[in-house]
Every structure is written in C-alpha cells, then in structure tokens.
C-alpha cells in the first residue's frame, strides 16, 4: 500500500478544482467502459449501438 504525501494530496484536490469539467468527462467515459465490459447485456449493446451511429453521425455534422 502507497503513501500519498500531503503536498500530492493538496495538488490533486487542487487540479480537481480546477479541472472539474474534465474529472466529469473522465469518470462518465469509465462508468461507460465499465457498464459495457462488465454489466451490458447483448440488447443493452444493440440499443447502445444505434445511440452510438446517431451520435456519430451529428458529431460528423459539426
């Protein structure tokens, strides 16, 4: 088990504050990779699927 030192604990609570945003990007992508690899059931990935090409395609748009 690893010790984190008080002056990383400080730096990372600061990044999180400064980079909220980008922490809930981060724990959104994972939760999603996780619910996929570990829970999705085959109609939860055909349902996913067409959720994905309509995200792709407006993203294409852009």
């Known amino acids: 088990m690893s010790k984190v030192s008080e002056s990383q604990k400080r730096a990372i609570k600061k990044w999180e504050e400064e980079n909220k945003d980008k922490k809930r990007y981060i724990s959104?992508?994972?939760?999603?990779?996780?619910?996929l690899?570990?829970?999705?059931?085959?109609?939860?990935?055909?349902?996913?699927?067409?959720?994905?090409?309509?995200?792709?395609?407006?993203?294409?748009?852009?």
């Open 28 to 35: 959104h992508r994972a939760r999603a990779r996780s619910f």
């Open 37 to 62: 690899r570990d829970h999705a059931t085959l109609e939860d990935l055909e349902e996913l699927e067409a959720v994905l090409l309509e995200r792709r395609a407006k993203l294409n748009e852009k």
